[in-house]
């Protein structure tokens, strides 16, 4: 692996970890009214796959999509304007932070309801293959998804039709505050799922930036020389709330012993002590590039704070496209 | 005895004494044995009946419903929860295709009593696909029994009810009314469906109302009755079976009828309401009836958007205004809201 892919990984989970904890902290300033599902700790797979799919490709995603969308190159600011509801956001602050789009990215939409995008990307893998395009369909989920007969019935099509799809499973071992042993029988496994309906599916470790950008890679080119669907699963871990800003380790779902095992294998940490030991980056490269996302940063949260609500008459508004 | 207890709480007692009385009722729903208990509505449940009959489930919406429709056929009385209406909206195949007609294909043999509590969500956010009012869609549905209760009392009255009945029920809770305290009787009480309530009675204009817009036209009743106008209000609590009796006979006294409907006008539980009084009561109405509703797009998540989308009790205010010909003021109500629209009050932080 050149240095330079891996370089441009480490910025963009960079970017993802410095976007969501900014929007942790400053959520207790209430400007932010809307459910808000952080994915800090979980930015490799959204930052890996942003990094091999080319713009033109599609992306969909969950409730749990701003390192999805990110990743895959959409606009920072019109994502935290959304955020804040303003009528710059990438929705028209119709939709909020579970709602995103960014069409000139590829990034076709996140939605709110478990598992309601897997066939849309299987749709636009249909459409793919129909014009005869080199382009690829992805779609990111979580394992809760995997328990909805939509997602059965969405991969058993894109297996008997080889669609150019990617299923990209993040399996973070919880819905909500349920543990997958309360949902899912002992002893499964989510990527065999896949594979029994006849999708040649693969799984890793979602912590080890370099392996996930790798098995991506692979995944992605198959895909693009016409070997049909492929899945892939990786095991990774929310830190905060499910919903929300705050850590919510004492509430009783989870231990923080077993938060704090997971913490120890932070992804960006582990990323910049790997380029720095084998010296693709230096401690100063990585401060500039450090200091250069906070001003990003900074820049599009002053854009989103500053950018007027809708106008009412917009409520009526594209109801239907005229 | 009766106590003041919330509407929440109202409903965890209603789960416990249903329990209790009958070992064939089981719940199950995402998150009803986690910590924040669906609201604080299934709190200690499965400490106390065990996980054979109190347990989590795969996010699986509609195989769960069908799995809750086939216990029911052997005897079990299952009542689900979804922390969102939304969400079970999955479910509308094994609702619609099985549990509402069960009974009547197969000629009147088995019958299915489960209970689906829904929950609407509204505020913070809770945009498109997170605060969907579609009871007239369940509504719609032949077979089917839909209740909406707005007080604590009726809402374990009616759950009580809802869970012995001994056909499918969806139980539609608004997120605003979970917080609302009320006198609640002690023992299991049965509300029955199908029975509304008069909650104020008045002269001039009849308001029939559910869920949480009962709480909006009590606001707007007291503005309303300091400026002379004297109105009744009647809380439906079931959607259907719907009591006509008991409107009829309002409007027939008063002449004059607003509906009311938390969900969007277009075919809405008010537009019924205003076809039948239309048709039953023609030769009592001093007017045409009106109805206040939502308008005809889905829930947008901005703040900006959402305040000229929700019905308040100004609306309701102004609503009773055109119909009197009378410029009402709205000035108390509007001092008396302190906090962002998109709360129920200042204190809310959610959970949303
Ligand atoms: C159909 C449906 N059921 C339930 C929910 C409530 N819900 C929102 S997010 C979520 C968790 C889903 O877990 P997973 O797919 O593993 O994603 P994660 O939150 O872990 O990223 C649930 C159950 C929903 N949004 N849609
Ligand atoms: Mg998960």
Not at chain 2, 249 to 273: M, N, Q, W
Request: charged fraction near 20%.
């Amino acid at each position: 692996m050149t240095d330079h892919r891996a370089v441009n990984l480490l910025r963009s989970m960079k970017r993802i970890r410095l976007v969501e904890e900014t929007i942790a902290e400053r959520y207790a300033e209430w400007k932010m009214r809307c459910p808000t599902h952080l994915c800090t700790g979980q930015e490799t797979v959204g930052a890996a796959v942003g990094q091999v799919l080319r713009p033109d490709d599609f992306a969909l995603s969950t409730h749990r999509s701003h390192g999805h969308y990110l990743g895959k190159g959409g606009d920072l600011k019109r994502m935290l304007a959304e955020i804040y509801l303003k009528g710059t956001g990438c929705s028209g602050g119709k939709g909020g932070s579970m709602h995103l789009i960014d069409r000139e990215a590829g990034f076709k939409g996140s939605t709110a309801i478990v598992g309601g995008t897997i066939p849309l990307a299987v749709g636009l893998g249909l459409s793919i293959a129909l014009k005869g395009s080199d382009q690829i369909s992805c779609v990111f989920f979580g394992d809760g998804a995997v328990e909805e007969g939509v997602f059965y019935e969405s991969v058993s099509f894109a297996a008997l039709k080889q669609l150019p799809v990617l299923f990209v499973c993040e399996n973070n071992f919880y819905s909500v505050y349920t543990p997958v042993a309360k949902r899912q029988p002992a002893g499964r496994a989510i990527h065999a799922l896949a594979a029994a309906m006849g999708v040649n599916a693969r799984h890793g470790d979602g912590n080890d930036p370099l392996a996930v950008l790798d098995q991506v890679e692979a995944a992605v080119a198959e895909i693009r020389s016409g070997g049909g669907p492929r899945f892939l699963e990786f095991e990774t871990y929310r830190w905060r709330e499910h919903c929300g800003p705050n850590y919510d380790n004492h509430i009783g779902y989870r231990t923080e012993a077993e938060f704090l095992a997971w913490k120890e294998r932070d992804p960006v940490l582990r990323l910049e002590a790997e380029l720095l030991a084998r010296g693709a980056v230096t401690g100063e490269q990585v401060a500039a590039m450090t200091d250069t996302i906070n001003e990003e940063i900074a820049a599009a949260f002053l854009f989103a704070e500053q950018s007027p609500f809708p106008a009412p008459e917009e409520l009526h508004a594209q109801v239907f496209k005229q | 005895m009766s106590r003041i207890i919330t509407y929440a709480k109202a409903i965890n007692e209603a789960y416990f004494q249903a329990m209790e009385q009958d070992p064939a009722v089981i719940c199950f729903g995402l998150g009803i044995d986690d910590p924040k208990g669906v609201f604080g509505t299934t709190l200690g449940l499965q400490d106390r009946f065990g996980s054979a009959r109190v347990f989590d489930m795969p996010t699986a919406e509609n195989g769960m419903t069908g799995v809750a429709i086939g216990a029911s056929l052997n005897g079990i009385r299952p009542v689900m929860c979804h922390q969102r209406l939304d969400f079970f909206l999955l479910a509308l195949d094994q609702l619609v295709n099985n549990a509402a007609k069960w009974h009547y294909m197969f000629g009147g043999q088995d019958s299915v009593p489960i209970t689906i509590r829904l929950i609407i969500g509204r505020g913070w956010g809770q945009g498109p696909t997170h605060s969907q009012n579609l009871q007239a869609l369940f509504a719609h549905i032949p077979g089917l029994k839909v209740v909406m209760p707005t007080t604590a009392e009726d809402a374990k009255g009616l759950l009580l009810a809802s869970i012995f009945d001994d056909n499918p029920v969806v139980f539609i809770e608004h997120r605003w009314l979970h917080n609302l305290e009320g006198h609640v009787p002690e023992e299991a009480c049965r509300t029955p469906l199908g029975k509304a309530a008069t909650v104020r009675e008045g002269r001039d204009l009849t308001m029939v109302s559910f869920s949480y817009m009962t709480i909006e036209a009590l606001h707007a009743l007291d503005v309303l009755e300091k400026q002379g106008i004297s109105c009744e209000l009647i809380d439906l609590r079931s959607i259907k079976p719907l009591d006509w009796p008991t409107v009829f006979a309002s409007v027939r006294k008063t002449g004059r009828l607003l509906a009311l409907d938390t969900g969007p006008e277009f075919c809405s539980v008010a537009a019924e309401v205003v076809a039948r009084v239309g048709m039953e009561c023609f030769d009592a109405l001093r007017q045409a009836p009106q109805r206040l509703a939502l308008p005809d797009v889905p829930t947008p998540s901005s703040p900006s958007l959402k305040k000229v989308f929700y019905q308040r009790s100004e609306d309701i205010v102004q609503a009773v205004g055109g119909m009197l010909g009378r410029e009402l003021s709205v000035a108390e109500l509007e001092q008396q809201r302190t906090w962002p629209l998109d709360v129920p009050g200042e204190w809310f932080r959610g959970p949303f």
